[in-house]
């Protein structure tokens, strides 16, 4: 009999794409998978293909030793409560402890790299998460997913209508892999029914600055764009001018800090080496996503 592999956040963005993998790439049956979410009504689809859905809600960690019975291995995709310090942390540390009771046999986790040492204001929940795995004293599989190429979907747009991209990271550097390829790769470990404990960087296959991240996209879409450099002062006012709110311009600002003290100029071979593939390149992805790039 196979493992029954669990996936909670089964109904966001990287959840749905990690089960869509374990279905289509690595042949998963539907019956051995579990999708798991605070609205099951959003996961109609997967019951449907024959996929067990459950709630669990990491709010209420009363539904979580319930939800997570029966599961072999369970992926926690670390949620999206960032507005609140310590919210996330709380979470995943009770999902950690509802796992251990609920006889979960291997626990896998998405984190970010090196959050021993990182500057982006999130860091603390994912490096107190990979130490209550850790703690736990369950095998474990830690998946720390470099910045998403998908963040740049976000501002972008509005940069290429001005020709001007406004950024605080110097001449540091980042290598961004796309959210698509992490959802293979953690497919890809949890279909691998290792015993053992591992933690995997995945990363794309090059480390880019800023002015180097700007030619690629205007040079796939088609339309000029300049890295502008500024201060985190004035990075963090233009976002907050933008209407966005303070912890949101908060954590794009640490992320810009984090890239131009170094901590994100990270490249492995760890995507190739859980999935046999190569990691798709920011040009690539450009222009797969011209349209949504030049909207």
Same mark, same amino acid.
């Given at each position: 009999?196979?493992?029954?592999?669990?996936?909670?956040?089964?109904?966001?963005?990287?959840?749905?794409?990690?089960?869509?993998?374990?279905?289509?790439?690595?042949?998963?049956?539907?019956?051995?998978?579990?999708?798991?979410?605070?609205?099951?009504?959003?996961?109609?689809?997967?019951?449907?293909?024959?996929?067990?859905?459950?709630?669990?809600?990491?709010?209420?960690?009363?539904?979580?030793?319930?939800?997570?019975?029966?599961?072999?291995?369970?992926?926690?995709?670390?949620?999206?409560?960032?507005?609140?310090?310590?919210?996330?942390?709380?979470?995943?540390?009770?999902?950690?402890?509802?796992?251990?009771?609920?006889?979960?046999?291997?626990?896998?986790?998405?984190?970010?790299?090196?959050?021993?040492?990182?500057?982006?204001?999130?860091?603390?929940?994912?490096?107190?998460?990979?130490?209550?795995?850790?703690?736990?004293?369950?095998?474990?599989?830690?998946?720390?997913?470099?910045?998403?190429?998908?963040?740049?979907?976000?501002?972008?747009?509005?940069?290429?209508?001005?020709?001007?991209?406004?950024?605080?990271?110097?001449?540091?550097?980042?290598?961004?892999?796309?959210?698509? *390829?992490? #959802? $293979? =790769?953690?497919? %890809? /470990? !949890?279909?691998?029914?290792?015993?053992?404990?591992?933690?995997?960087?995945?990363?794309?296959?090059?480390?880019?600055?800023?002015?180097?991240?700007?030619?690629?996209?205007?040079?796939?879409?088609?339309?000029?764009?300049?890295?502008?450099?500024?201060?985190?002062?004035?990075?963090?006012?233009?976002?907050?001018?933008?209407?966005?709110?303070?912890?949101?311009?908060?954590?794009?600002?640490?992320?810009?800090?984090?890239?131009?003290?170094?901590?994100?100029?990270?490249?492995?071979?760890?995507?190739?080496?859980?999935?046999?593939?190569?990691?798709?390149?920011?040009? *690539?992805? #450009? $222009? =797969?996503?011209? %349209? /949504? !790039?030049?909207?």
């Amino acid at each position: 009999m196979s493992e029954t592999i669990l996936i909670t956040g089964a109904a966001g963005q990287l959840g749905q794409r990690v089960i869509h993998h374990l279905l289509e790439t690595y042949k998963v049956p539907a019956a051995s998978l579990i999708a798991a979410s605070r609205d099951p009504s959003k996961l109609a689809s997967l019951s449907a293909k024959g996929v067990v859905t459950r709630a669990a809600d990491f709010d209420d960690p009363a539904t979580l030793e319930t939800a997570f019975k029966g599961a072999d291995r369970l992926l926690i995709i670390s949620t999206d409560a960032l507005a609140v310090p310590g919210q996330r942390l709380k979470q995943h540390t009770a999902a950690v402890e509802a796992a251990a009771k609920a006889g979960v046999k291997h626990i896998a986790y998405t984190s970010m790299p090196s959050p021993d040492k990182s500057l982006v204001t999130f860091a603390p929940d994912h490096l107190g998460t990979e130490n209550a795995v850790k703690a736990s004293g369950l095998p474990y599989t830690i998946v720390r997913n470099a910045w998403y190429m998908d963040n740049y979907l976000h501002g972008m747009p509005h940069n290429l209508q001005g020709g001007s991209w406004y950024t605080s990271s110097g001449d540091g550097k980042i290598s961004n892999i796309s959210r698509e *390829d992490c #959802a $293979i =790769a953690i497919a %890809a /470990a !949890l279909a691998s029914g290792t015993a053992e404990s591992a933690t995997y960087t995945v990363t794309g296959s090059e480390s880019l600055n800023a002015d180097e991240i700007a030619a690629i996209i205007a040079d796939a879409v088609g339309k000029p764009l300049k890295a502008v450099q500024v201060s985190d002062e004035q990075l963090g006012q233009g976002i907050r001018g933008a209407g966005l709110p303070g912890f949101v311009a908060d954590m794009l600002v640490s992320a810009d800090a984090n890239i131009r003290a170094g901590n994100f100029d990270i490249v492995t071979t760890d995507f190739t080496k859980l999935t046999g593939k190569q990691p798709e390149t920011l040009k *690539d992805f #450009a $222009i =797969a996503h011209k %349209a /949504a !790039l030049t909207a």
